[in-house]
């Protein structure tokens, strides 16, 4: 299974709205669930949103997820400086395994 | 409050076998659904499943990787140990465990919560 595509960077400026796209396949993106990790340097992913678009408690609300056919996107609005991070998509996979993608870096102008 | 933390050499040779240990509180492996992965992540590079082991030894592994690995659990001791076989630089990484995302009588396909991560060196 290949990695699922994504932006290699997203920048915005503090206050605007960014999405990140996570394309993948029939047999992960399209039918089965996607996960959103946000990273910050030297730690461990964080998740920020599950079955699509679905946000753990303390997660903030400018956090959204979504998805149309083979690609899912998040959406930061409001963007704040420590929102500054590595994003990456996840889904599981229809033999019942799981992909990442291949990550996006959030730079906050 | 659910906490997960990975153990292992932090230097092996190449064609050394990894193991590695992840062990686990607030929630028992016993239970139906939970489950514990293993996800790695070679310096500056992108996330990389592993493997997964469920409360029932159902076990899943990556299809790239699957004749290294091997997954296995010790329910008693709270703890998940993951084998990579012939081991190569290219295998440098951090490596995590993560638990599988199952609360209020639902389970989810995804990782909640993470060990902070043990780097693994490949090198003669």
């Known amino acids: 299974q290949s990695a699922l595509t994504q932006p290699a960077s997203v920048s915005g400026s503090p206050g605007q709205s960014i999405t990140i796209s996570c394309t993948g396949t029939s047999s992960d993106v399209v039918s089965w669930y996607v996960s959103w990790y946000q990273q910050h340097p030297g730690k461990a992913p964080k998740l920020m949103i599950y079955d699509v678009n679905n946000r753990p408690s303390g997660v903030s609300n400018r956090f959204s997820g979504s998805k149309s056919g083979s690609t899912a996107s998040l959406t930061i609005s409001g963007l704040q400086a420590e929102d500054e991070a590595d994003y990456y998509c996840s889904s599981y996979t229809s033999t019942s395994t799981y992909v990442f993608g291949s990550g996006t870096k959030v730079t906050v102008l | 409050q659910i906490t997960l933390k990975e153990a292992g050499p932090t230097l092996v040779k190449p064609t050394q076998t990894l193991t590695l240990t992840c062990t686990f509180s607030?929630?028992?492996?016993?239970?139906?659904?939970?489950?514990v992965g293993w996800v790695r992540q070679p310096p500056g590079k992108a996330l990389e499943w592993l493997a997964l082991?469920?409360?029932?030894?159902?076990?899943r592994y990556s299809p790239s990787l699957k004749s290294r690995l091997t997954i296995s659990k010790d329910t008693s001791k709270n703890q998940v140990v993951l084998t990579m076989t012939n081991m190569d630089p290219v295998d440098t990484g951090t490596y995590y465990c993560?638990?599988?995302?199952?609360?209020?009588?639902?389970?989810?396909?995804?990782?909640?919560?993470w060990g902070q991560g043990t780097l693994v060196t490949v090198s003669s």
């Open positions: 993560a638990h599988r995302r199952c609360g209020g009588g639902s389970c989810h396909q995804t990782y909640d919560y």
């Open positions: 082991i469920y409360w029932n030894d159902d076990k």
């Open positions: 607030g929630f028992s492996l016993s239970t139906s659904g939970e489950g």
